[in-house]
């Protein structure tokens, strides 16, 4: 099984060595890794940069309504359990980025190259599949987030302007739009380690943009004289029995896709420098701090956004204009969040980027326009230049569209973030990673390991269909009041 997936790795490669790699490698070997590719310089600190743009995403700003639908209790308590099963499926997955020896196994450059390395037949098709459909959803997901900060950036001014009985209505289409050209251009960076800088940014941003949240929560709360909100979530009264029921679920969906980024790990991981140490110990290490780090940033965030409005926290703490004051802080948040999906859109999307542009470089390799690099100097420096592939500037560009036309369909933040947060949650960062490990590392079946992993993986099996349940409620509920392309 081994050979068969080590065969077909090069399929799914996100950077394929050329020929004048290959050789040069021969000739200076300090400048290439062991797989003949330029040498990586990625460390635990880059690594954890690339995870936190991935993971403290729009989904945080939804963490207040989430903990409002369940309350003191089962709030914090599923996203502490969200985040303990996360970081240790990550773990495994780390494991699998080498086939045999964790320093000098063949490497596995995507997380579709793992799969197909340790795994077989249909679940390959169906790892890919749901793969990249997840991808295309989250860029939805950002395109939406990202409209709706820039457009609570122009109604926040209106109302500062006009008080706050202006209705200041407003079509996000046109913001949208500015969004999609804006990814269009970015999107022609042609891999991972190209956005490390963006990733940086990103990070800083989604940092900014939690801290402001945080701190408008604790404000609200100190001005409320202490902690609104009940032990079981939002009341009935102000919402059926069953519309609670589904209310919950989409809340679960929303707390999984805020911990989401498991499908670009091995991607974020082929960025490493080589051992010692291992590139897995080090990947460990990064998703240790990161996860760490925005466990914290959650429950802050989530718990004082649910303190400060209890029942009636919105569905996006810094959109839903609980907050108006004050309105040029708002604005800065709202701004750091659009520029931190501007990276984060890229993060998620590169693996898509190099599948489809790695399996059309297989089939016309001859073709002047998927294989040509036009070199385009953007300063007097040889090292800043901008090198343009007319394949690639095509279909991302055309990428963009389509996830951006889809999102002006479809702009409900919270319905979006939870059906995403619920199709990914359970294959790609739970099922898959459990299969493979059970494989690499030949844990025998019945042992107590293997069924504490199928325990874990069918209790998060469970969850997710929940909260895809919930999610698709709510979606179906919006859909039959929403007329696409109005000024809302």
Known sequence: ?????????????????????????QCNPCCFDDDGRPKRTGTVWTASAHIITAVIGSGVLSLAWAVGQLGWVAGPAIMILFSFVTYYTSALLTDCYRSCDPCTGKRNYTYMDAVQANLSGLKVKICGVLQYINIVGTAIGY?????????????????HENGKDDPC?????????IFGIVQIIVSQFPNFEKISCLSIIAAIMSFTYSTIGLSLGIVQVIANGGFKGSLSGIRIGLVTPVHKVWLVFQAVGSIAFAYSYSMILIEIQDTIKAPPPSEAKVMKRATSISIAVTTVFYLLCGCMGYGGFGDLAPGNLLTGFGFYNPFWLLDIANAAIVIHLVGAYQVYCQPLYAFIENWAHRTWPNCKFITKEITIPISLSKSYNLNINLFRLTWRSLFVVLTTFISMLMPFFNDVVGLLGAIGFWPLTVYFPIEMYIVQKKVPKWSTRWIWLQLLSTLCLVISIAAAIGSVAGIVSDLKVYKPFKTT
């Open 1 to 25: 099984m081994e050979e068969n997936g080590a065969t077909k790795n090069n399929q799914f490669s996100s950077r394929t060595p050329s020929d004048v790699e290959l050789g040069q490698s």
């Open 143 to 159: 395109t939406i987030a990202a409209t709706t900060s820039m457009v609570a950036i122009k109604r926040s001014n209106c109302f």
């Open 169 to 177: 209505q407003i079509s996000s289409n046109l913001y949208m739009i």
